[in-house]
């Protein structure tokens, strides 16, 4: 089936510089790639069960107006399932948040989504393992 998309030019750059480095001849087969490993980590992530420590990374853009304020608000409503958090000024734009979480994992799952719908939210990433809690 054929699609078509618009892409920010910089994202599309940075695309095309990935498929010449790992050796890509088409840049359809580099988006059927990616949107596999889009699917493997979202079905991994919906698959998890029960108590689960971990982290979630998310990159944003400070400028980005309320991005900021709404990241602490859901932090506030999701307080009972986070641990720690630190922020880390990674550029003049962008900021890199370590959210520490630990508890049941419908409700970390909750969290990092809707963290991801957040407009000015670049990247958002949950690294987890079973919390050893019995």
């Not at 990616?34 to 979202?42: E, H, N, Q, S, W």
Request: charged share 30%; hydrophobic share 35%; glycine share 6%.
């Amino acid at each position: 089936m054929r699609i078509s998309m618009s892409l920010p030019k910089k994202l599309l750059n940075e695309f095309d510089e990935v498929l010449k480095d790992r050796g890509y001849q088409s840049r359809s087969k580099g988006i059927r790639d990616a949107l596999k490993d889009y699917i493997v980590r979202y079905q991994w992530m919906k698959e998890m069960e029960g108590d689960r420590i971990g982290i979630i990374a998310v990159i944003y853009d400070h400028h980005y107006t309320g991005v900021m304020e709404d990241l602490t608000d859901i932090q506030h409503d999701f307080r009972e399932y986070i641990n720690a958090v630190m922020h880390v000024h990674m550029t003049e734009k962008y900021c890199l948040e370590v959210i520490v979480v630990k508890g049941d994992v419908k409700y970390i799952r909750g969290l990092t989504e809707k963290i991801m719908r957040l407009k000015g939210v670049e990247h958002v990433k949950l690294t987890s393992t079973a919390s050893g809690q019995k």
